[in-house]
């Protein structure tokens, strides 16, 4: 398998991991009907996203920590929410990429989680 290594592979990865996220029975819910995401222009804001944080690129403008306080005021966000995004953001990585650009998303992704599930949920 490769490493991730371009924008391309970037959006290979968001692709396909939402697209596991949209048919998961525990978190579609709070991106289709809570958040009601739009998926045309919410995919290459996570492109932005994560090619920033792999390979450094400073082409993302957000504020993901407000997004997601005011994801939660809508919609409780729970530990098993944290711990599903997480789960299927590390088997899609696994299942279509190796190396050590991919080793860099797998750790930002555990904690990316871990802090946003703290200043939601204090827990």
Known sequence: MKDLESRNDIAQMVNTFY???KADSLISYLF?????????????????FWESI???????????????????????LKAEHFSRW?????????????GPNTEIASQRAQSIAMMIQLKTSGY
Not at 86 to 98: A, D, G, I, T, W
């Open 19 to 21: 697209e596991k996220v």
């Open 32 to 48: 289709t009907d809570v958040a009601q995401v739009n998926w045309e222009h919410h995919l290459p804001v996570m492109y932005d």
């Open 54 to 76: 792999v390979f450094g690129k400073g082409n993302y403008k957000g504020n993901p920590m407000q997004s997601h306080i005011q994801l939660h005021g809508k919609s409780p």
């Open 86 to 98: 997480l789960e299927l953001f590390q088997s899609n990585l696994k299942e279509h990429f190796s």
